[in-house]
């Protein structure tokens, strides 16, 4: 499950295969396609879609916008054997706080090392960590966040991409009337 994609683009270069790439920040999860959307919702982060005599091979990179007012709900379980995915889901972790092996505590994103940040982004994801004689897994349970402070960086988002498409559209119309040349800075 844990297919990196620049194996992938390694793999298809190396058999001399023609793919392009295209990176694209998905704004609202409501405007894309249902496939990629169901994905998404599933916590696939890849996944392949045919079409016609075509792959697509998808991969999704979720992370955080800021980790300002972010908090994060975790899990820690110590045991020598190794658990199963389903008694790792924060329903069954829940039940069994009490235990002595695990640990329940909330943690501003912005403390927690690049590792967990990268990784722990949707509910239910976890990250084994092993040692000689125990397993440690780490479980992300709830985040908690300052609506106001999203709804600002959305906000600000949305006028940076609508200036954008603006100034955009002013260069392609103007710059054919005024043989504009375009120099990048």
Known sequence: KNIKIEKVIQLLEDNNIAY??????IDNIYKIDKRIRDNILRNNDFFIIEFNDALSL???????ETYD????????????NDINKEYLLCSNLSNLKNESNIINKEYKFSDLNNELKENLTSINDFIKYQ?????????????KYNREKLNNINLNKLLNNNVSEIEKQFINKYSKIYNLIQINE
Do not use: G, W
């Not at 007012?69 to 020598?80: G, P, Y």
């Open 131 to 143: 040692s000689e004689d125990e397993n440690i897994y780490i479980v992300l349970c709830d985040i």
């Open 20 to 25: 392009f790439s295209k990176v694209r920040e």
């Open 58 to 64: 998808i991969f999704i990179q979720k992370e955080f």
């Open 69 to 80: 007012d972010l908090f994060a709900n975790i899990f820690s379980i110590k045991t020598q």
